[in-house]
């Protein structure tokens, strides 16, 4: 049996030694690559928005990220709003009352084709269907709760909204990302433990241990 084996990996490694095979295979291994990375790219493009939603304005106006985000406090998903949300604000707007919904900003008149108004019966509504950007595959489980719990602010990973449009991705989504922060906040040093206390230091090496456990996002 061992005699037998050995003679098959013989003829295989024969076969390899083929110009015509080696070709085969690094045209195969190419195609691998960069179908791999062609996927892979295509998750760090911002997809398509029903509405080129303004962060800038809303977030210079001071409306807070949690107003529009509420899942953020308490869940997985942060949540995205729904036209009722919009319209609560949009619907009043005092600079557009008794102006025709035409004249409106091409954006402004894209929010109230999700509202059916019917005076003086409530409005009814059509759904928008946001597309998320930060996403995750299924294996990763993410929950903002923890990290707005531990202080960090939504700019931390999705950047400076008040220079920005529609939503974008500020860096690659990946695994070393994650626990590149993971160390940095766990890290007994000056910016973490700045009076170097013994409890601390106990602390942050518990944290350190749970927050790089592979359990702790993949369960």
Known sequence: MEKLFEQNMMKLFEILKKPGIQIALLIASMAIVSGAGWAFYQTQIP??????????????????????HPGAWRQASAGLPTVQKCWACHGQLKKYEGVAVNQWPAELQKLASYVQRNDPEPPTYKPIDWVPVYQVPDFVHFNHRPHIAAGLNCENCHGDMSKKTVETLEQTVN???????????????SQNNPDNDPELTAQLAEKRIKLLDCGTCHY
């Open 47 to 68: 997809p398509e928005q029903p509405i080129q939603f303004p962060h800038k304005v809303h977030v210079n106006l001071q409306i807070p990220c949690l107003y529009c």
């Open 175 to 189: 695994m070393g990302w994650c626990l590149n922060c993971h160390r940095g906040r766990t890290e007994n040093n």
